[in-house]
C-alpha cells in the first residue's frame, strides 16, 4: 500500500511569489492535514480538510490556504511569499476525524515539502 | 489551549545504555499522547500512543512511553538503546474534540554514541 506522497519534494520561490504544495493521502484516508515545520517554531497546525471541507485551522495568516478535491487529494496554497515561510511543510492522512484516540484517525505523515523562499 | 513541553534539547546516551525522553502536558479533558520520531529528510513515523488504560505503552522499535497523570508527563523510554535510535523526538497532544489537530513538544534530539 502506498505511502502519504507529497510533490515537490523541493521548491524554491522568491519572495512576494506563490506556491502550490499538493499532497496525495494513503488510498482510503479521507482526512489530510497540514503542518508547517521550522527551527524556530516547531511544528504547527496549519489546517485539515475532510470530505473536502475544512474542519480545523491552525493560527496562520490568510496567505495560508488550502483545499480537498473529491479524491481526497489536497493542495496548500501560499501566496506572497515571505522569508520567514520557509520550511517543511508535513501532510498527514487519516481515515476520519472523529477526534481523540481513536485508530480511526491514525496519522501517518508523508515525507514534507521543503520551500526555500529568497 | 493545549500545550507540550519536551524540556530537553538533546539527550545524549550511550549504546546499550537505557534512554529517556522526557514530555509535559497540558490538555483540557482526556489527553490523548503520541510520540513521532524523525530521521533526516523524513515525515515523521508514529512510535506509540496512550488513549486509555494501562500507564505504559509500548511501541514499535522496543520504544515504551510511561503515562503519568498526577505529573501530566508522558515520558519515552527504552531499555537499551542503539545507535540508529539517533533521530529527532517528538512528543504531541490531541484534544478530544479537535478533529485530527496534533500539537506537538519542541522536540528533542536523541544522540546515541558507540
Partial sequence: ?118 | AQSVAQPEDQVNVAEGNPLTVKCTYSVSGNPYLFWYVQYPNRGLQFLLKYITGDNLVKGSYGFEAEFNKSQTSFHLKKPSALVSDSALYFCAVRPNNAGNMLTFGGGTRLMVKP
Fill in chain 1, 1 to 118: 500500500k502506498a505511502g502519504v506522497t507529497q510533490t515537490p519534494r523541493y521548491l524554491i520561490k522568491t519572495r512576494g511569489q506563490q506556491v502550490t504544495l499538493s499532497c496525495s493521502p494513503i488510498s482510503g484516508h479521507r482526512s489530510v492535514s497540514w503542518y508547517q515545520q521550522t527551527p524556530g517554531q516547531g511544528l504547527q497546525f496549519l489546517f485539515e480538510y475532510f470530505s473536502e471541507t475544512q474542519r480545523n485551522k491552525g493560527n496562520f495568516p490568510g496567505r495560508f490556504s488550502g483545499r480537498q478535491f473529491s479524491n481526497s487529494r489536497s493542495e496548500m496554497n501560499v501566496s506572497t511569499l515571505e522569508l520567514g515561510d520557509s520550511a517543511l511543510y508535513l501532510c498527514a492522512s487519516s481515515w476520519g476525524t472523529s477526534g481523540g484516540g481513536s485508530s480511526y484517525n491514525e496519522q501517518f505523515f508523508g515525507p514534507g515539502t521543503r520551500l526555500t523562499v529568497l
